[in-house]
């Protein structure tokens, strides 16, 4: 529009100017007002300022190269409006989600998954930040008011513009060599380092900034990005600080509660305790390796010794198994009384009481990456359990793969319908999978509307009868993933907390905890009609049960604090910004039982998720290579190690915390000042090869290059 003939002298320079300063104006304040919205630290302000307002100028550029007056002022309108969007978007993904994302390798994500399933979560982050989105779509709000008075929409001659873009151009080179000054961070925590990979985004958001984020995810869609693999690295280290074949007694213990529980050492013969390791010559390899990551792949598996045999070692040989993804679930919902099936499996089989389900990238299907796979998913796109899927990734070490050699049948079910493409990556995992639309049907009210959540009971009871009635000779091997503990939590939408409201009406909590807790008995009920229908088929004693949730309800840790009676980081719970939570709200319960076992046996070692594929493999006896995981058997002797998302670890020596660069020692761990500043280095090394190579080996298909494997 043309301001009119009586606007001052001011305003028609302010008109000539507005389209020039409003972009960078904005982008800046945008950036500026999300990361004091999200309570990050401040000091990174200089690097994502100044590429907001490189962005910006480059929008000027842009919205200002036509003679069309209108089809100026819609293209502000549209880069203005699409701005201020991405940032509400960013909020409420890491508000509901726990995680930024990055939106276009997401794309295809978020259109295949139900997003509906988190309608309710949706509109309550809406209505919980309505204060946060107002900020966000403030300057949209004043470029609507205001841009008819202050601009013009006419286009600038072509000399004022190139200094517009030329200016741009220079801020950008700013930003740039504002990533270089003296940041005090783990090296790959740098700005540089973060400008140049597409993990860790929490931390490019931190530190780069919204924008900027977005802007390597598309370049890093189009051009890929250098894995900066280093043939030199030293790997002596992992031996030597994780013990080598010298290991030492631990602080941590495995414990039968009785001198004579399961198994009878006294019965039995001298106890093989050579490494679970099978012949394969990484060296020979690493000489003929197609490329630098396939060999920096070689090269450090050669130098693993892994992980040793010991009395637990085919403990549950030849038994049925039965594994469990836990949507949602926490542990400290345990209760002797109210869930008794629950409570009879977390402590009277294996009962592990430093085992944690960390969140990490996607939640679900970060999940079953690790409990599946046996490795750490990728911190950012592409998601790994869908990278396994649309690149038919070659995994002989799953449990189903490992089993379908001794001729169990694999069968895996789900009571929902395609998510993370699982139709694609389970069975590529060795599973015959089920789920809604391909083999399940889903629980429906009187109305003929499916159930939301869908009940675990329900998915029990229309699933494992006909794995009852095999012949004992047959072995069968299953796994669920359950739906019932999905969020959100509340007496609404949520039909499986409606169904079990009477249980918990007169529980000592909120709502929203009593809610959970009733959302979760059909998890109690299923297990308990899963033991029940084992028990007449003759099964208990030859099966193995395992169950590990997914993630906690990361969403809801106001929950857990209630469940666990202390708090775990009130500042900083509802987006679980691990720079000061106490890391036990990832505290959890880990099931790994069977009727076989006559007494508990009671576990102190810290373990995680990626923990469970080898120790699962040891006990039913399976030749696997403990190298090749990056988990290890928890009934070994070797260390445990807790990664959480951030880069912060747990270790029976200690919690190191990477955002304050300090290690706490265990309970009745003494060290000195030389000796933890060497165990940190080396612990820092040991966490960063297991990720790499988390990711290697799914992007090089490497257990395909394996011969020893790819013949079995």
Request: net charge negative.
């Amino acid at each position: 529009m043309i301001l009119k003939k009586h606007s001052t002298p001011t305003i028609r320079r302010l008109g000539a100017l507005g389209p020039i300063l409003y972009f960078p104006i904005m982008f800046a304040y945008l950036e500026l007002v999300f990361h004091l919205y999200m309570k990050m630290p401040m000091q990174y302000t200089i690097i994502y300022v100044l590429f907001g307002i490189s962005f910006g100028l480059l929008c000027s550029f842009l919205t200002q190269i036509t003679r069309n007056r209108s089809f100026n002022r819609l293209f502000t309108y549209i880069i203005g409006f699409l701005g201020c969007l991405v940032y509400c978007i960013e909020m409420e993904c890491k508000f509901i989600l726990q995680s930024y994302y990055q939106l276009i390798s997401s794309a295809e994500t978020a259109a295949n998954n139900k997003l509906l399933d988190y309608k309710e979560a949706i509109i309550n982050g809406i209505t919980a930040h309505w204060d946060g989105l107002f900020l966000f779509f403030l300057p949209f709000l004043l470029l609507v008011l205001l841009s008819h008075t202050l601009f013009t929409y006419r286009k600038i001659r072509l000399a004022p513009n190139l200094i517009v873009l030329s200016l741009g151009i220079v801020f950008h080179f700013l930003a740039l060599s504002s990533l270089q000054l003296g940041w005090k961070e783990d090296t790959e925590f740098l700005p540089m380092n973060l400008y140049h990979t597409d993990k860790n985004i929490e931390d490019q958001v931190e530190k780069l900034g919204v924008l900027t984020m977005l802007r390597l995810d598309i370049k890093h869609s189009i051009v890929g990005v250098d894995t900066n693999v280093d043939l030199n690295d030293d790997f002596q280290v992992l031996n030597k600080t994780l013990g080598g074949t010298q290991k030492k007694p631990a602080p941590y213990t495995v414990t039968p509660s009785k001198p004579d529980a399961t198994p009878d050492s006294s019965a039995e013969p001298a106890q093989d305790t050579s490494s679970n390791v099978m012949d394969i010559d990484f060296a020979s390899l690493a000489k003929s390796a197609p490329n630098a990551n396939v060999k920096w792949l070689d090269k450090y598996f050669a130098s693993l010794e892994g992980t040793n045999k010991n009395k637990y070692t085919g403990m549950f040989k030849d038994y049925n198994v039965i594994f469990i993804t836990a949507e949602g679930f926490s542990g400290y919902m345990i209760d002797k009384e109210l869930t008794p099936t629950l409570y009879k499996l977390t402590h009277e089989g294996f009962h592990f009481t430093n085992f944690y389900t960390a969140l990490h990238f996607t939640s679900t299907s970060g999940g079953e990456c690790q409990n599946m796979v046996g490795l750490y998913p990728k911190n950012g796109n592409p998601i790994s359990m869908q990278y396994i899927g649309s690149n038919k990734t070659y995994l002989p070490l799953t449990l189903a793969n490992q089993l379908n050699k001794l001729n169990y049948d694999s069968e895996g079910y789900h009571c929902n319908g395609e998510m993370y493409g699982r139709s694609q990556s389970h069975p590529l995992l060795g599973y015959d999978w089920h789920q809604s639309g391909s083999g399940l049907t889903m629980e429906k009210n009187s109305n003929g509307k499916n159930l939301w959540p869908q009940s675990d009971y329900y998915l029990f009871e229309q699933t494992i009868d006909q794995y009852m009635k095999l012949p004992d000779d047959k072995r069968f091997n299953l796994y669920y993933l359950t739906l019932s503990g999905h969020l959100p939590y509340g007496f609404g939408s949520d039909q499986m907390a409606v169904k079990n409201a009477d249980a918990v009406a007169n529980l000592p909590y909120s709502e929203k905890t009593k809610a959970y807790i009733a959302a979760n008995l059909e998890l109690e009920k299923g297990l308990t009609y899963l033991l029940d229908s084992l028990e007449k088929a003759g099964k208990l004693d030859n099966t193995v049960i395992c169950m590990a949730p997914d993630h906690i309800p990361y969403g809801d840790c106001d929950i857990l604090e209630e469940l666990a009676g202390k708090t775990f980081g009130a500042d900083n719970l509802e987006t679980l910004n691990e720079k000061n939570i106490d890391f036990d709200v990832y505290k959890n319960s880990l099931i790994l039982w069977s009727g076989s076992m006559k007494e508990p046996v009671e576990v102190d070692k810290p373990c995680c998720q990626v923990d469970i594929l080898p120790t699962l493999s040891n006990l039913l006896g399976l030749n696997y290579d403990s190298r090749l995981l990056m988990g290890s058997d928890i009934l070994s002797d070797s260390p445990g190690l807790v990664h959480f998302c951030s880069n912060s670890w747990l270790t029976e020596k200690g919690l190191y915390n990477r955002f304050t660069g300090e290690f706490t020692p265990a309970k009745g761990v003494e060290m000195s000042h030389s000796e933890i500043t060497e165990y940190v280095a080396a612990m820092k090394k040991i966490v960063s090869y297991k990720l790499k190579a988390s990711e290697l080996i799914l992007t090089t298909d490497f257990y395909r290059t394996i011969p020893a494997l790819a013949k079995d």
